[in-house]
């Protein structure tokens, strides 16, 4: 296997617009509140943020392939490796570890450094099964799966309900091969 | 300088707001729709004028507070002042911005222009360019109530867009 090239996102956030962190962090919150109210379900608010995220990254995907520069990764090691480093630095400016690989190199997880999602938050005793960061494990998800991949990802471990970290687990269902809507000779 | 993070975060979130309640909960209920994404603007508007002010003596006539809005505020959420503001001295005041960043990279039909106001969303129903644009603007409007609120000024807020790129927000204080 080749080596995965070193790559970082930090050139790509320098360059891109920013805006303060708050703003970010209390939209996601007041969304997040407003969910609450008015599905009432904590598993239906976890759906519907894994939901918006997955939208968000079937969108975020043409601006991340467009800015990063990025070639195709040899395997999904590198395409874990290009998230940690580049993907979420480039947009939340954070970055992560990929580690827990299993044997097969199909899952593993990100241990992310720090989370711009949660700055201010803790979470009350009615809301115990939420996961607030679910918008963050869909917008992988739908990234993923706009360039072939399956993909099932996960939160293990999550510092609003008293882990020591937050992982979230991406697990490869099924690499999906490419398909063009129209033949060659026509 | 704070944390930060890319710009495509914070529209990547309003768009889906704007999306999740106006074709998901809410599709035939523009009306209901509006209140919501106009609600979490407030929230967040209610909030980060809480940060914005915590060093701040109180101020002292509305004006003073609208002036913080055009400047400090409007500067910390969209890089940029205010360009205009007018007052008719009897509690109402309307903010330009000449260049409005959540609409500068929208398409928009030439034909609402006519439309200007959005106070009344199921006047848009007819028109759906006008009313995605017009629900967009739920949520900076219910940022500015909410921002005001939280100053202890009570008061309502609406968008007017018959100028566009230019956008302007009509406060009307309640007496």
Redesign the interface.
Known sequence: MAPVAPRSGDVIFANVERVNAELFTLTYGAIVRQLLTDLEEVDEVNKQLDQMGYNIGVRLIDEFLAKSNVSRCVDFKETAEVIAKVGLKMFLGITATVTNWDVEGTTCSLILEDNPLVDFVELPDTCQGLNYCNILSGVVRGALEMVSMKTEVTWLRDMLRGDDAFELQLKLLKQVPEEYPYKDDE | ??????????E??????V??YCNG?YADKPELAAR?IE???F??GH??SE?YTMDRPRFTDHLEAIKFICKDFWS??F?KQIDNLKTNHRGTFVLQDNRFRWLSRMSVDPSIETLGSIQDPSAMAENKAAQAIGMHLYFPCGIIRGALSNLGIPCAVSADISNLPACSFVIRIKA
Do not use: Y
Not at chain 2, 12 to 17: A, N, P, Q, R
């Open positions: 300088m704070g944390r930060e993070v890319s710009e495509s975060c914070v990547s979130l309003v768009t889906e707001i999306s999740s909960f919501r609600a979490i603007g929230q967040v909030q980060l940060r910390e959420v890089k």
